[in-house]
Antibody
Framework: EVQLVESGGGLIQPGGSLRLSCAAS????????MTWVRQAPGKGLEWVSV???????QYADSAQGRFSISRDASKNTLYLQMNSLRAQDTAVYYC?????????WGQGTTVTVSS | QSALTQPPSASGSRGQSVTMTCTGT?????????VSWYQQHPGKAPKLMVY???KRPSGVPDRFSGSKSGNTASLTVSGLQAEDEADYYC??????????FGGGTKLTV
């Protein structure tokens, strides 16, 4: 069964850093475009970042300069390094396969930025 | 870039049809055939229902259909069932390697 499992979320103080992981099963991360999407409490979905199967990356304006997407082929895992976190980054973070459309989603990991 | 515009709510009775809209600009919805629709039940991850404006992934009932006219995309759900009650989000490629989502429509059956 194709599956994505996120981890690494938690409570972090403003200005802190966190690295999210997304472990894939029956899906090769490095052979797919992989995306991070977040959802603030009670709000809609927001595209955050993509890493193309070729390795190029792109970020939403809200993430540019603070977040970094990467992958480890040997671990078949996608990552999102988040620095200089703000209260507005509080959300459930989902990893997903695809870019133009996302057909496989993880269950999400919750990031709460608060003092 | 602003989020795509979706009405906050829609409703219909069981067996009826309902159409939800997603309005963007010529730089996103109107400029590319990369509109997708996602269904999200409370506390669950989104599920892809339609991609590339009109295509349905395997396993999605044909009661769900997508279309586009100009800068507005639409998702029609026919033969409404209780389990269709959920939040629906549209997304579109917006150029410059970015994607925009709509604010979501809460469908009540």
């Amino acid at each position: 069964e194709v599956q994505l499992v996120e981890s690494g979320g938690g409570l972090i103080q403003p200005g802190g850093s966190l690295r999210l992981s997304c472990a894939a099963s029956a899906l090769t991360v490095s052979s797919n475009h992989m995306t991070w999407v977040r959802q603030a409490p009670g709000k809609g979905l927001e595209w955050v970042s993509v890493i193309y199967k070729g390795g190029n990356t792109q970020y939403a304006d809200s993430a540019q300069g603070r977040f970094s997407i990467s992958r480890d082929a040997s671990k078949n895992t996608l990552y999102l390094q988040m620095n200089s976190l703000r209260a507005q980054d509080t959300a459930v973070y989902y990893c997903a396969r695809g870019f133009y459309s996302m057909d496989v989603w993880g269950q999400g990991t919750t990031v709460t930025v608060s003092s | 870039q602003s989020a795509l515009t979706q009405p906050p709510s829609a409703s219909g009775s069981r067996g009826q049809s309902v159409t939800m809209t997603c309005t963007g600009t010529s730089s996103d919805v109107g400029g590319y055939n990369y509109v997708s629709w996602y269904q999200q039940h409370p506390g669950k991850a989104p599920k892809l229902m339609v991609y590339e404006v009109t295509k349905r992934p395997s396993g999605v009932p044909d009661r769900f259909s997508g279309s586009k006219s100009g800068n507005t995309a639409s998702l029609t759900v026919s033969g409404l069932q209780a389990e269709d009650e959920a939040d629906y989000y549209c997304s579109s490629y917006a150029g410059s390697n970015t994607v925009l989502f709509g604010g979501g429509t809460k469908l009540t059956v």
